[in-house]
């Protein structure tokens, strides 16, 4: 019997799916720093805006792209966060998340064959998606040592003529680096004089602890940019599956006509959850950033006095935690983490090739479970430290 | 700027979508016979259902393929349905309603530049899934002469050793044939003897007024089929987009890693919904079969009172009328109906080539709207008939 294609068979799972299966198979209690499942509850008054919707015969097809009512609501709350930016309905596609609305991007201006820049440390899906388009992934590294900013001059040594699409992602998972406007404009000067698409994925964009989000797209001023965004991390609201793009309104008009193909639309009960997420109280967001920020603040002054490497996250609810010198491969440590501190995280190697000296920790679980997690975390690099035939972990880079 | 990949910007958009335009845009009162959107709101206990697990925390993210218990119970339905499938959760695969699944299965099997036989007469996504694979629609017609059954002799003259994917579709959009277990063997024989995969769509499978629904994987012995379905027609659940997928576990485990890349996986909250129809009272799915089949009656009834020539639909809800000597293709004749009887139904063309002289009529609608439907398209295609240069249209393939 024919078989599936090759590049499917051969693509890796992610390796936070890996450690999950590993995490719920065994016995005991686990502190689950492994994903990036937000804590909190959907607010209720957004589940109930859902629930009324779906009783008043909202659960029939939408238009492909999504309820202009809804995608009206989005391109009000876009235009209020960030003026310079002023969509209206048509400039929105609402999809199944973020990664579907990367999905469509990825499938739509990636010819076969051809290239797609990712950040390396970057988030798995943007490798998948570029196997699954018969593309190859191109890794633009982001060096530790530079704060996981992109060097320009070393994208410029990468790109190759058939580079069609560059990956963008701030606040970045998993490294927590918020990019700031001199980043930025860099990046979309190097995509000029290469001609690229641009996608920039913004979906941690309202969790930012340390200065502020910067829109890529409003620094565009060639239409070159599409903007992926989800009510996942926002609102806690990761079941639902609701996210969305932002481009120009050929582009999206393009891009509904592949969705319609795939997906027909997203969920309707979903996108009026998503309509009372924008237009109804706010104040569950901050409360949430703001529990994010004690979790990430007790995180890094756990790790800075356990001796730990990393980067303070400025954005996201990451931190990347250097393991090298402790003899340990990212797949290695995490599984003999878990199995000594029952403490579960994401192996470095699967967020890139630059990650295999990196664990990713997830802080936006509960304070205690962040508390417990971590302590574990440095209680077990210690352990390794003090091993005699392995070079220490040193703290140096998570200052200022 | 880098253009989007050619093939989709030359994608076609669906017809019955470019019909909807237009109705959408017409200020007075449209009897709308063009889409599938059942009638009947989704059944209360199902909704309320869903909002109380929102409520008891399903609005995280779920495994890729879906929630065991939703898988278990899906499997435990289908086993009850039909005795000959005995699946467990470990075959199943949730999706975003059955075009999802559709879509995985062509973007895994069909190889780029490769081939996917597909109905002429056939639902228009598995062309636009053809052309987003990069693949080839290779379309076997089906003839009204035959009452829209294959004709195997037609498939081997067409069959190439590029053809990697066959799609059959029973009860079928947009012809309501329910092909009978000779027609299914026969589907079989020559996917074994052209080593092709076959995706069999069955997301009718409840849908069916005469003769009763086989499902095509109860006779498959080499594990070749995977069938695709979806609560959307069952349950009138469209927009809730769910469906699944049942293939063997170790396809079901390559096509979840697609679909972690693509959506990574569908909404928990549609899952819960899902969940509740599939263990629930089935007495709404009595109830909405019985009143489809009270439409399709009188549908048949007026058409063939009215000459019209069509093969009355055994399952599925749509009618497939031949406008053959009208003088119009079926663009032109949706167009003419809108305007003259503000009747929209789907132009035929939509659903291949063959598909020029016919016109699609839903009647899942309320039975005022088909009885009002109907008798517009009666009395348009007797005032084409009446017009001197037209040859009339005949009523001659009705019975039986």
Same mark, same amino acid.
């Given at each position: 019997m024919k078989p599936m294609n090759e590049r499917l068979v051969h693509m890796p799972r992610s390796g936070i799916r890996e450690i999950m299966d590993v995490v719920e198979a065994m016995s005991a209690d686990v502190t689950r720093l492994e994903v990036g499942q937000p804590h909190f509850p959907t607010p *209720? $008054?957004?589940?109930?805006?859902?629930?009324?919707?779906?009783? #008043?015969?909202?659960?029939?097809?939408?238009?492909? $792209?999504?309820?202009?009512?809804?995608?009206?609501?989005?391109?009000?709350?876009?235009?209020? *966060?960030?003026?310079?930016?002023?969509?209206?309905?048509? #400039?929105?596609?609402?999809?199944?998340?973020?990664?579907?609305? +990367?999905?469509?991007?990825?499938?739509?201006?990636?010819?076969?064959? $051809?290239?797609?820049?990712?950040?390396?440390?970057?988030?798995?899906?943007?490798?998948?998606?570029?196997?699954?388009?018969n593309a190859t992934p191109l890794y633009y590294p982001l060096h530790q040592e530079n704060r996981f900013r992109p060097d320009i001059a070393e994208l410029e040594r990468l790109v190759t003529s058939d580079t069609d699409l560059l990956v963008v992602n701030s606040p970045s998972n998993p490294t927590g680096t918020v990019l700031n406007v001199d980043d930025l404009e860099a990046l979309l000067r190097f995509a000029h004089d290469h001609d690229l698409r641009v996608v920039s994925?913004?979906?941690? *964009?309202?969790?930012?602890?340390?200065?502020?989000?910067?829109?890529?797209?409003?620094?565009?001023?060639e239409g070159r940019v599409i903007t992926v965004n989800s009510f996942s991390k926002t609102y806690s609201m990761t079941g639902w599956r609701l996210g969305y793009l932002l481009a120009d309104p050929?582009?999206?008009?393009?891009?509904?006509?592949?969705?319609?193909?795939?997906?027909? @639309?997203?969920?309707?009960?979903?996108?009026?959850?998503?309509?009372?997420?924008?237009t109804g109280p706010q104040d569950s967001v901050a409360d949430m950033v703001d529990y994010y920020r004690?979790?990430?603040?007790?995180?890094?002054?756990?790790?800075?006095?356990?001796?730990?490497?990393?980067?303070?996250?400025?954005?996201?609810?990451?931190?990347?935690?250097?393991? *090298?010198?402790?003899? +340990?491969?990212?797949?290695?440590?995490?599984?003999? +983490?878990?199995?000594?501190?029952?403490?579960?995280?994401?192996?470095?190697?699967?967020?890139?090739?630059?990650?295999?000296?990196?664990?990713?920790?997830?802080? @936006?679980?509960?304070?205690?479970?962040?508390?417990?997690?971590?302590?574990?975390?440095?209680?077990? +690099?210690?352990?390794?430290?003090?091993?005699p035939d392995r070079r220490p972990a040193r703290g140096v880079d998570h200052r200022s």
């Open positions: *209720d $008054h957004i589940t109930r805006a859902a629930f009324d919707a779906a009783q #008043n015969g909202f659960t029939r097809y939408t238009p492909n $792209h999504g309820l202009a009512e809804v995608r009206a609501s989005i391109a009000t709350k876009i235009s209020h *966060d960030y003026p310079a930016l002023e969509p209206t309905a048509d #400039n929105l596609v609402l999809t199944v998340g973020g990664v579907y609305a +990367l999905a469509l991007v990825v499938i739509a201006f990636v010819r076969p064959g $051809h290239r797609i820049m990712i950040p390396d440390p970057g988030w798995p899906n943007y490798t998948l998606q570029a196997i699954t388009a994925d913004e979906v941690y *964009d309202k969790v930012v602890y340390e200065g502020e989000h910067v829109p890529l797209a409003s620094l565009d001023t050929r582009t999206c008009q393009e891009l509904t006509k592949l969705s319609e193909a795939l997906i027909s @639309c997203p969920s309707s009960v979903s996108q009026k959850a998503a309509e009372a997420a924008i004690g979790n990430r603040d007790l995180a890094v002054r756990t790790l800075a006095d356990g001796g730990a490497r990393f980067v303070t996250p400025h954005g996201s609810f990451y931190v990347f935690i250097d393991i *090298d010198g402790t003899g +340990l491969d990212s797949s290695r440590f995490a599984r003999a +983490l878990l199995e000594a501190e029952r403490v579960a995280v994401a192996p470095g190697r699967t967020f890139g090739p630059s990650g295999s000296s990196f664990i990713r920790a997830s802080f @936006c679980t509960s304070r205690h479970e962040v508390e417990r997690g971590v302590a574990g975390i440095v209680r077990f +690099l210690t352990s390794l430290r003090s091993h």
